[in-house]
């Protein structure tokens, strides 16, 4: 039997991968929690999506025989991007409907910041805050996709199931059981 990428299982792992960020996400943009706790739940995060995107590919490999580094790869990508496009829509959501003073707080401080440089001349505040919406999502969903290439790189690796005699193996594309 050929192994065949199922979408229908990455979208549903996917959303599962993105309910862990967003909730956490959404803890701490709601509540005002000290920087130590907003540490350890970057970490938390962190660590149990690693550990859901490992899970899940393993699960994905369960029923095969035989797994190349490739469609294990290919899986956890699919998962991760259907888990990205999720939590890109989330904070989208969060600065313009859930908290929208929150997105002026940041253009505050961004400001702010760039004064003290010496350079908010240079930047007009009406025009950044119309596209600040657009650079954040297109920042969000580059940022998930990236971190989701390098965790499904490395857990590849773990996951894949291959045949002890290496004479005899199949063609990553052509597997047969």
Same mark, same amino acid.
């Given at each position: 039997?050929?192994?065949?990428?199922?979408?229908?299982?990455?979208?549903?792992?996917?959303?599962?991968?993105?309910?862990?960020?967003?909730?956490?996400?959404?803890?701490?943009?709601?509540?005002?929690?000290?920087?130590?706790? #907003? =540490?350890?739940?970057?970490? =938390?995060?962190?660590?149990?999506?690693?550990?859901?995107?490992?899970?899940?590919?393993?699960?994905?490999?369960?029923?095969?025989?035989?797994?190349?580094?490739?469609?294990?790869? #290919?899986?956890?990508?699919?998962?991760?991007?259907?888990?990205?496009?999720?939590?890109?829509?989330?904070?989208?959501?969060?600065?313009?409907?859930?908290?929208?003073?929150?997105?002026?707080?940041?253009?505050?401080?961004?400001?702010?910041?760039?004064?003290?440089?010496?350079?908010?001349?240079?930047?007009?505040?009406?025009?950044?805050?119309?596209?600040?919406?657009?650079?954040?999502?297109?920042?969000?969903?580059?940022?998930?996709?990236?971190?989701?290439?390098?965790?499904?790189?490395?857990?590849?690796?773990?996951?894949?199931?291959?045949?002890?005699?290496?004479? #005899?193996?199949?063609?990553?594309? #052509?597997?047969?059981?």
């Amino acid at each position: 039997m050929n192994y065949k990428l199922n979408w229908s299982e990455a979208a549903k792992y996917g959303l599962i991968l993105a309910s862990v960020s967003v909730i956490i996400n959404l803890v701490s943009s709601i509540f005002q929690l000290p920087a130590l706790l #907003n =540490i350890l739940l970057s970490l =938390i995060k962190l660590g149990g999506s690693v550990y859901i995107v490992y899970y899940v590919m393993r699960r994905n490999a369960e029923p095969w025989d035989y797994i190349s580094y490739g469609q294990s790869f #290919n899986f956890g990508m699919a998962v991760c991007t259907f888990s990205a496009i999720v939590c890109t829509l989330f904070m989208l959501l969060t600065y313009t409907a859930i908290l929208p003073d929150s997105l002026t707080a940041l253009l505050d401080t961004m400001f702010a910041t760039y004064e003290s440089m010496g350079i908010a001349a240079a930047m007009d505040y009406d025009t950044l805050a119309r596209s600040m919406p657009v650079i954040l999502t297109l920042s969000q969903f580059i940022g998930c996709v990236i971190c989701g290439v390098i965790v499904c790189l490395i857990m590849a690796s773990f996951v894949r199931k291959g045949y002890s005699d290496p004479f #005899n193996r199949p063609a990553d594309n #052509n597997t047969e059981e």
